[in-house]
T-cell receptor
Framework: KAGVTQTPRYLIKTRGQQVTLSCSPISGHRSVSWYQQTPGQGLQFLFEYFSETQRNKGNFPGRFSGRQFSNSRSEMNVSTLELGDSALYLC??????FGSGTRLTVV | GENVEQHPSTLSVQEGDSAVIKCTYSDSASNYFPWYKQELGKRPQLIIDIRSNVGEKKDQRIAVTLNKTAKHFSLHITETQPEDSAVYFCAAVNQAGTALIFGKGTTLSVSS
């Protein structure tokens, strides 16, 4: 079966812009979690969705938001980008299987 | 909230030696502890996991032990090979079961 698909793989944005990342989980998985990975902070939990409902949210500012659609695909949005938002954004399907991530660079 | 401490941050071993990575967690309600291997530029991959009703689990050269009383768990890799070189992360599931809380990672280098 297909794995976890994240798009795009790479993204370069300017400070102040907004960005939307997408994650398609493994077929049948209803949970999608998002994580931010940086060299300094490691892997940090952003939020988790299950059947279109956000069940948990990490300690990130309100600029970080997400949603999940009825087909379980999920998007996360970051508004008013800051340089410190540069990171690898990973989604996990079914709680524990990661996609390849989206590398976001904010310049 | 839940916190996971991981040691050491770097570990260098000779091929064939054993490697041990240790983690402690703070939330006694955590009941699932996965370990991930992340090679450079790749996704974290689940390599082994353990649930709180089990004390030890082994899969070929990899084993994980869990001490619930002390709230620590460890990854053991025997007969290390150069392809074991990677960053290893331990994690604990939060009380709600909806998030993984990760350790800071251990960079393992296996030299031949």
């Amino acid at each position: 079966k297909a794995g976890v698909t994240q798009t795009p793989r790479y993204l370069i944005k300017t400070r102040g812009q907004q960005v939307t990342l997408s994650c398609s989980p493994i077929s049948g998985h209803r949970s999608v979690s998002w994580y931010q990975q940086t060299p300094g902070q490691g892997l940090q939990f952003l939020f988790e969705y299950f059947s279109e409902t956000q069940r948990n949210k990490g300690n990130f500012p309100g600029r970080f938001s997400g949603r999940q659609f009825s087909n379980s695909r999920s998007e996360m949005n970051v508004s008013t980008l800051e340089l410190g938002d540069s990171a690898l954004y990973l989604c996990a399907s079914g709680g524990y299987t990661f996609g390849s991530g989206t590398r976001l660079t904010v310049v | 909230g839940e916190n996971v401490e991981q040691h050491p941050s770097t570990l260098s071993v000779q091929e064939g030696d054993s490697a041990v990575i240790k983690c402690t967690y703070s939330d006694s309600a955590s009941n699932y502890f996965p370990w991930y291997k992340q090679e450079l530029g790749k996704r974290p991959q689940l390599i082994i996991d353990i649930r709180s009703n089990v004390g030890e689990k082994k899969d070929q050269r990899i084993a994980v032990t869990l001490n619930k009383t002390a709230k620590h768990f460890s990854l053991h890799i025997t007969e290390t090979q150069p392809e074991d070189s990677a960053v290893y992360f331990c994690a604990a599931v939060n009380q709600a079961g909806t998030a993984l809380i990760f350790g800071k990672g251990t960079t393992l280098s296996v030299s031949s």
